[in-house]
């Protein structure tokens, strides 16, 4: 258990330190190619536009790292604050201050905003942007002072002894050893954490005083990547070796190492081939000369090329090692793939995958398997998850009303996957679900969605049904809709139950606090608290526009006394696995006496307009009336 914490810990540093310089990579572009193209080994030498380089990585690029950083911390005033105070670790340093921003845009912004918390409700009408504009120049001037006295000089000896180490490691031969590491961090979702937190700043360091760095290419190297998927074309069985020629065009000229990982758990001795073909392209590129003048991201063989210095003996090294590293991976992955059996399936493999990544992944659909065409007179859709009474019966709700303005006589409605009728002709479910309900139901034609409040693929198969539907008079007497399996609900949301301006540091403290006030309302047992954790960690219950609905299992519907709710404000939001989240609704549903007024909060959140309102409620009342309204 404590491995799997500081795992899922340095997951999410290494994910914050991303977040800070994913969004400005197009200004990590910029510097590239200006680098790229008027330095003295450039493609166009120009002594004049070659000025733009030093002033670019040393003042532009450090100040979006640490705008962004305060930024994600404490928004806008956030992110100004933490663009004060890393000017004070740049003027402090001679050299690109990627880790010095890395720390003070976080630190400023984190600041400011317990500064806000300790004000807030004490300003007095009128004097809000006098104290806000003052108290943001104050505190950013401090930090900045602070960053140039005591950060800056921390940060210099820290790069420098790691520039020291990187050195002695290529002078006795021993970089290509780093991907006994950097292989196996990335199948673990650890690579962020090692790329931006150590690699991407003193490669910086090295392009600038070097001209191109080798570091740049350690992580972002598609080459084992390309000799594994390669090597399930060949010798893979069932779906891994059909989906593996398309996986590798998306790894290797789309970036995404993301998606071979997989196929790395599906037969983990393939991490072998990772490693060895990480240190044969590493040993190519330190034999060669090899190098980048940019950060390659993301990690396709295109970008690379981009990143290349421009002289032929760069391309040839880099393409040589790149190349080197596919062919060793390709030839120890067939030896593995050829003398053993693979244990597990394609769709299990992306599901471990994502619990290891802690969050939803962006190429997990790529590995669910294939449908087919819509069947023709469909009369039933069930909408399903693991509990069946939250965000399925929100999704059915949104899908029951378009199917009723559209004139379609179908019924919608929500179950548990283990309670999927077998003759469900659609089935719909999140995408971590739906290799489960495939399982359940493998005839029915499945439709996976990211986000149930709105999901394009409502309107696209509203679409379908009315290009192809007969009505059936029999089916619309079976059919079956909440409000003939529920009770009145009045009375399920409670003003002492709705609780406005809150602040959590994680979710699993959001959710607890939501569990809280359901036990305290006698609406259920204790232990359901931790099924609902149970649950979301399952599959995450945020469910689009900003909204969560943290419920317990299918097996804790035992602990449910009574259906009841909980709303709960969270202006500032709080992380659900990376998606931000200001609204949450607690939930214990009780045969079925819940699943009205859950329709109607289900409609009421569907439209932006109404969460902009709800989360800017002053009032319970308000942000009931808001509910009730729809």
Not at 312 to 321: D, K, P, Q
Request: aromatic share 6%; charged share 15%.
């Amino acid at each position: 258990m404590a491995q799997s914490n500081i795992k899922v810990a340095v997951q999410k540093f290494g994910n914050f330190l991303s977040s800070m310089v994913m969004p400005n990579i197009g200004a990590f572009i910029a510097w590239g190619l200006i680098t790229a193209l008027f330095i003295p080994t450039g493609f166009f030498p120009n002594e004049s536009l070659a000025k733009l380089v030093d002033p670019m990585v040393k003042y532009l690029l450090p100040p979006l790292i640490g705008y962004t950083g305060g930024k994600l911390v404490h928004d806008q005033r956030g992110g100004v604050v933490g663009a004060i105070a890393t000017m004070g670790v740049i003027v402090g340093s001679d050299i690109p201050m990627f880790l010095g921003a890395m720390i003070m845009g976080p630190l400023g912004g984190y600041i400011i905003k317990k500064f806000d918390q300790f004000i807030e409700g004490k300003v007095k009408t009128g004097f809000e942007m006098l104290i806000n504009n003052f108290s943001a120049g104050i505190l950013g001037g401090i930090l900045a002072i602070l960053a140039f006295l005591g950060v800056s000089p921390a940060v210099d000896g820290f790069t420098g002894a790691l520039v020291v180490g990187v050195d002695w490691m290529v002078a006795h031969g021993l970089l290509p050893l780093t991907s006994i590491l950097i292989e196996p961090a990335k199948i673990l979702f650890l690579n962020n954490a090692i790329n931006h937190g150590i690699l991407s700043p003193i490669g910086a360091e090295q392009i600038r005083t070097n001209g191109q760095s080798i570091l740049l290419l350690l992580e972002t190297n598609p080459g084992p990547g390309l000799g594994i998927l390669l090597a399930y074309c060949f010798f893979g069985k069932g779906t891994a070796k059909q989906s593996a020629p398309g996986a590798a065009i998306i790894h290797f000229i789309g970036g995404i190492h993301e998606i071979y990982f997989p196929y790395v758990l599906m037969r983990p001795l393939l991490i072998i081939a990772a490693i060895l073909g990480g240190m044969s392209g590493v040993f190519t590129f330190v034999l060669l000369g090899g190098g980048l003048q940019a950060v390659a991201s993301p990690g396709s063989i295109l970008a690379i090329l981009a990143a290349t210095p421009g002289n032929a003996g760069s391309y040839v090294a880099n393409i040589s090692g790149v190349l080197v590293a596919a062919i060793v991976s390709f030839i120890v992955g067939s030896l593995i793939l050829k003398t053993g059996k693979q244990t597990e399936d394609l769709d299990e493999a992306a599901r471990k995958m994502q619990e290891m990544k802690g969050k939803k992944s962006s190429v997990a659909g790529s590995f669910t398997k294939q449908q087919g065409e819509v069947p023709a007179s469909v009369q039933k859709i069930v909408f399903a998850c693991d509990a069946g009474m939250g965000s399925s019966a929100m999704g059915a709700s949104l899908l029951r009303k378009k199917v009723k303005q559209a004139d379609l006589n179908i019924s919608v409605t929500n179950t548990a996957i283990s309670n999927i009728p077998s003759d469900a002709q659609i089935v719909i479910t999140q995408e971590e679900l739906t290799p489960r309900a495939q399982n359940k139901v493998p005839d029915a034609y499945h439709i996976s969605v990211d986000n149930f409040l709105s999901s394009p693929e409502y309107d696209k198969l509203i679409d379908q049904l009315k290009n192809d539907h007969t009505t059936s008079k029999a089916e619309e007497e079976k059919r079956v809709s909440t409000e003939n399996n529920t009770d009145s609900n009045d009375g399920l949301l409670k003003e002492e139950n709705v609780f406005l301006n809150q602040h959590f540091s994680s979710k699993e403290e959001a959710i607890r606090f939501a569990g809280s006030v359901l036990v305290k309302g006698g609406y259920v047992e204790e232990n359901y608290v931790e099924a609902m954790i149970e649950r979301d960690n399952m599959t995450s219950t945020y469910m689009g526009n900003d909204v969560a609905i943290p419920h317990g299992t299918e097996e804790a519907k035992k602990n449910v006394l009574r259906s009841g709710f909980t709303v709960i404000q969270v202006p500032e939001g709080v992380d659900f696995d990376g998606e931000k989240v200001r609204l949450i609704f607690g939930i214990a549903g009780k045969d079925g006496t819940h699943l009205e007024i859950l329709s109607g909060i289900a409609i009421t959140c569907s439209d932006m307009d109404n969460i902009e309102k709800m989360v800017h409620a002053k009032s319970a009342k308000e942000l009931m009336a808001i509910i009730q309204s729809n």
